[in-house]
């Protein structure tokens, strides 16, 4: 490849990436600046290449820009957040690393890489100051946030209540609990009950999903910032000093950029943080619940996952069922949803109709107990005049899957003890959808109601 080829493919790179690149030579001129650095600082790129650096940008100083240190000083500075103004005074807020490149020994120039954050910290900001503006409430009925407990839990499942009776254990220590299910299972209510259901329930319950906020808004989120920290940054008390005492739920913790969590890990590990931009170490008492919705060996092999942050969040592990391995629930759930809607509705609905729950049995919940409550929601909304919600008030157009083989049991029990126990669920189920009545459930099983009766003489 000839120079004339390279510096073109070069320039091409410079102009397709995101970020701002701006470089300049030993003595200060602009050699490279793109046009995402362009855009950032409203700037043509004639205005700025191949011109001093002091000449084009005399309104920054000379030690607040990490470019000129890198050149001058030969500083390197990673990741440091600047807020400044362009030529036409709007504010700017960048994330921006500078270095210092030289070749045997001799300093040959500088560059600067900055990623444009202005929305990011408008959104920070404004997050900030509803949190500060919100009314304490003064009575119970003013709490915007539902508070729930153990008695809010709903089954009758063999494995839902072993993962409550953990977490009612769980409750009464200060350990940090990890919760994992899939999406809808209700881990918040069960953060909620640990928090409510134990000595630090007078104290803040706070909450924050990972998955919804960038990395910078986060981290300033969950430490706070400090006045002068960095041009532009005002003294804010951080999710964890406004927990303090109480207990912090941090939903689905593995979105966390990598490098958040290790200082994440750092503030478990020392009990103290510092704000973003601050030099106060501020000492913490703060539980940590976290909450996961895929299993972890999958997120600690992808590296989504800091194994030393897993450890020590890990200490009381609990498991939530998917509402698919929780059948018997299904129906005990749905009534007390409807119950619920009823009295949001002002309707007297007495019931779910034999059809009904066989159409409500007849699917597997991809979106867990959220997805049955909005069905439930939904049909109730369709009930007019009857007095029963039947199964054309329900609308689910997909059929249950067939059920995953669960490897492990077929080789633990045996072909034939395996399909016995499926064959024994079903019989179970639609004997319960139909009421105990032999002859309808013989039929729709399609089988002699002689061998219904062989069958549950052979269960007992």
């Given at each position: 490849?000839?120079?004339?080829?390279?510096?073109?493919?070069?320039?091409?790179?410079?102009?397709?990436?995101?970020?701002?690149?701006?470089?300049?030579?030993?003595?200060?001129?602009?050699?490279?600046?793109?046009?995402?650095?362009?855009?950032?600082?409203?700037?043509?790129?004639?205005?700025?290449?191949?011109?001093?650096?002091?000449?084009?940008?005399?309104?920054?100083?000379?030690?607040?820009?990490?470019?000129?240190?890198?050149?001058?000083?030969?500083?390197?500075?990673?990741?440091?957040?600047?807020?400044?103004?362009?030529?036409?005074?709007?504010?700017?807020?960048?994330?921006?690393?500078?270095?210092?490149?030289?070749?045997?020994?001799?300093?040959?120039?500088?560059?600067?890489?900055?990623?444009?954050?202005?929305?990011?910290?408008?959104?920070?900001?404004?997050?900030?100051?509803?949190?500060?503006?919100?009314?304490?409430?003064?009575?119970?009925?003013?709490?915007?946030?539902?508070?729930?407990?153990?008695?809010?839990?709903?089954?009758?499942?063999?494995?839902?209540?072993?993962?409550?009776?953990?977490?009612?254990?769980?409750?009464?220590?200060?350990?940090?609990?990890?919760?994992?299910?899939?999406?809808?299972?209700?881990?918040?209510?069960?953060?909620?009950?640990?928090?409510?259901?134990?000595?630090?329930?007078?104290?803040?319950?706070?909450?924050?999903?990972?998955?919804?906020?960038?990395?910078?808004?986060?981290e300033g989120i969950l430490f706070g910032t400090a006045k002068g920290g960095f041009t532009g940054a005002l003294d804010r008390a951080g999710l964890f000093e406004q927990a303090?005492?109480?207990?912090?739920?941090?939903?689905?913790?593995?979105?966390?950029?990598?490098?958040?969590?290790?200082?994440?890990?750092?503030?478990?590990?020392?009990?103290?943080?510092?704000?973003?931009?601050?030099?106060?170490?501020?000492?913490?008492?703060?539980?940590?619940?976290?909450?996961?919705?895929?299993?972890?060996?999958?997120?600690?092999?992808?590296?989504?996952?800091?194994?030393?942050?897993?450890?020590?969040?890990?200490?009381?592990?609990?498991?939530?069922?998917?509402?698919?391995?929780?059948?018997?629930?299904?129906?005990?759930?749905?009534?007390?949803?409807?119950?619920?809607?009823?009295?949001?509705?002002?309707?007297?609905?007495?019931?779910?109709?034999?059809?009904?729950?066989?159409?409500?049995?007849?699917?597997?919940?991809?979106?867990?107990?959220?997805?049955?409550?909005?069905?439930?929601?939904?049909?109730?909304?369709?009930?007019?005049?009857?007095?029963?919600?039947?199964?054309?008030?329900?609308?689910?157009?997909?059929?249950?899957?067939?059920?995953?083989?669960?490897?492990?049991?077929?080789?633990?029990?045996?072909?034939?003890?395996?399909?016995?126990?499926?064959?024994?669920?079903?019989?179970?189920?639609?004997?319960?959808?139909?009421?105990?009545?032999?002859?309808?459930?013989?039929?729709?099983?399609?089988?002699?109601?002689?061998?219904?009766?062989?069958?549950?003489?052979?269960?007992?």
């Amino acid at each position: 490849m000839n120079e004339r080829d390279y510096l073109k493919l070069t320039q091409e790179v410079f102009r397709l990436i995101e970020e701002g690149i701006h470089v300049l030579d030993a003595e200060g001129n602009t050699v490279i600046y793109n046009q995402a650095m362009a855009q950032m600082e409203k700037m043509q790129q004639k205005e700025v290449l191949s011109k001093p650096f002091r000449e084009v940008f005399g309104n920054i100083g000379e030690n607040e820009s990490t470019l000129l240190q890198a050149l001058n000083n030969r500083k390197t500075t990673a990741n440091l957040q600047q807020t400044y103004r362009n030529k036409d005074g709007k504010e700017i807020t960048t994330i921006n690393s500078s270095y210092p490149v030289a070749e045997d020994g001799r300093l040959i120039g500088a560059i600067e890489i900055a990623r444009n954050i202005t929305e990011i910290q408008k959104m920070y900001h404004a997050i900030m100051k509803l949190r500060e503006e919100a009314p304490e409430p003064t009575t119970p009925k003013e709490h915007k946030i539902k508070k729930y407990n153990f008695s809010s839990l709903i089954g009758e499942n063999a494995e839902f209540k072993e993962a409550i009776v953990v977490a009612q254990k769980a409750s009464l220590s200060n350990a940090s609990v990890m919760i994992y299910g899939e999406t809808g299972t209700g881990k918040e209510l069960i953060a909620q009950s640990i928090h409510f259901g134990g000595p630090r329930a007078e104290k803040p319950f706070l909450a924050q999903n990972c998955a919804a906020l960038p990395e910078n808004l986060l981290e300033g989120i969950l430490f706070g910032t400090a006045k002068g920290g960095f041009t532009g940054a005002l003294d804010r008390a951080g999710l964890f000093e406004q927990a303090d005492g109480g207990t912090l739920l941090l939903d689905e913790i593995s979105a966390m950029p990598y490098d958040l969590q290790g200082k994440l890990l750092r503030v478990l590990q020392e009990d103290y943080i510092r704000r973003v931009g601050g030099s106060r170490d501020i000492p913490l008492d703060v539980r940590i619940i976290a909450t996961i919705n895929v299993p972890a060996e999958s997120l600690l092999e992808s590296g989504k996952l800091r194994r030393d942050l897993y450890y020590r969040l890990n200490i009381i592990p609990i498991e939530l069922p998917p509402l698919q391995r929780r059948r018997d629930d299904i129906l005990l759930l749905a009534e007390r949803f409807l119950e619920k809607q009823n009295r949001i509705m002002n309707k007297n609905i007495t019931g779910i109709s034999g059809d009904a729950k066989a159409k409500l049995l007849d699917y597997d919940y991809p979106g867990n107990v959220r997805e049955l409550e909005n069905i439930i929601m939904a049909s109730v909304s369709m009930v007019e005049n009857e007095s029963e919600l039947t199964a054309k008030h329900i609308n689910i157009k997909k059929k249950r899957l067939n059920a995953t083989v669960d490897y492990e049991k077929v080789i633990a029990l045996g072909l034939d003890r395996y399909l016995d126990d499926i064959e024994e669920e079903l019989i179970r189920v639609i004997l319960e959808v139909n009421n105990g009545n032999r002859s309808r459930t013989a039929e729709q099983l399609g089988i002699k109601r002689q061998t219904l009766q062989y069958k549950l003489k052979k269960e007992r």
